[in-house]
């Protein structure tokens, strides 16, 4: 009983240690640049950066969203609270 007593300890002690706080990398990132990698999508970049795909689309002139180009820079807009992931794209 002490065992587990003390392993549950153990693991609160750990789990206070090391907080999560997975806005901070969103807002890091907002703001500034990203350079596109093969494979990378206008979808992939906005969910990794907390930012919507037209926001991103917007701020770089980018016409068709589904066309980027790998090795580009893309400029990151700060968030700015509502997420724009539908004006740009072209309905069928």
Do not use: W, Y
């Amino acid at each position: 009983m002490k065992a587990v007593l003390l392993l549950l300890s153990a693991m609160v002690s750990m789990a206070a240690a090391t907080p999560v706080f997975p806005h901070v990398q969103l807002e890091q990132r907002a703001g500034s640049t990203v350079t596109i990698k093969a494979g990378d999508t206008l979808s992939t970049i906005a969910a990794s950066t907390g930012v919507g795909i037209c926001d991103i689309a917007k701020a770089n002139n980018i016409k068709d969203p589904n066309v980027i180009q790998a090795g580009a820079t893309l400029k990151i807009p700060a968030a700015t609270g509502k997420k724009d992931n539908t004006s740009c794209v072209k309905k069928a």
